[in-house]
């Protein structure tokens, strides 16, 4: 099981995103994954980090559906694979939040199914080997051949649902989700992820699984205060719902919160159920999360 950094969605400069690819590839991280808000644009930060720094994967966790058609996506996403070179890039995408679809991007909160779809029918043609797409959709349209050739990037959707996990076994090469726990991870979202990747006849589809950890010897006291963090995003329905089904009674009863021994373990257990990759989100003070990054660079654990 692979092990990458998250990086939020408030990065205010391009310096700022090269010291967090710097800090992880020093900690032996395999990659970092940056969210898209609105801060700096995460793919294009991904192109001048990338060659900057080598030999460490970049990608986003996700870039919203909305507002953005496939194909200057697939244009951006192939640019910057260009640029950091072959194999190191992971274009994750999904549908955002309806609140955030419908104030910020003024897209109603409908047909996410189909929009998430024919985005993906296209960007799997653009980033495919003949770089080619035809297809007219409801909605989205593009005829189009591209003539770069560099390698194609990992192409991720943002799936929690069954519908959107078919979805992403169909037409991409796996999910990376959030608020998810180990038990939803088996029982839910590795059943259907490899059931429609299996129909479609692509490869084992990829796990990339986001909780929030932190290493800490006072864990009681570090859920609660890492628990208000929380509340806000378990809120949002899609979440809410993850966290029903994982049985859950507050958001941090999915951390990964304890010492370095308990925490391993955890990640063991997320390992165990074929989860790819883990996706860290790290919390807590600043002690706290400088202790948290040491313990991923150990070999302890990957082992």
Known sequence: MEISLFCGAGLASIDAAIT???RAKDHRFDGVLFAQGFGIDALTAIAVVGS???????GTAVIPIQGRHPLPMALAALTAADAIGPKRLTLGIGATHAVVSENVFAIPYTEMLERSREQLIVLDGLLSTSRSSNYDGVTVAT????????????????????????????YADGTVTWMTGPKTITEQTLPALTRAADEAGRATPQVVAGLPICVTDHTGECAD????LLQGPAALPSYKRMLTNEG?????????IGNEEEVAERLGDLRSRGVTEFLANILGSDDEQARTMEFLASSAARS
């Open 225 to 228: 205060r890492l628990n208000a």
């Open 248 to 256: 859950v009674e507050r958001p941090v009863d999915i951390a990964l």
């Open 52 to 58: 900057k720094i080598p030999d460490i994967g970049l």
């Open 143 to 170: 005829h189009a051949t591209l003539t770069m050739t560099t390698a194609r990037p990992r192409l991720l959707l943002a799936a929690l649902g069954p519908k959107m996990l078919q979805l992403a076994g169909s």
């Open 20 to 22: 967090e690819v710097q």
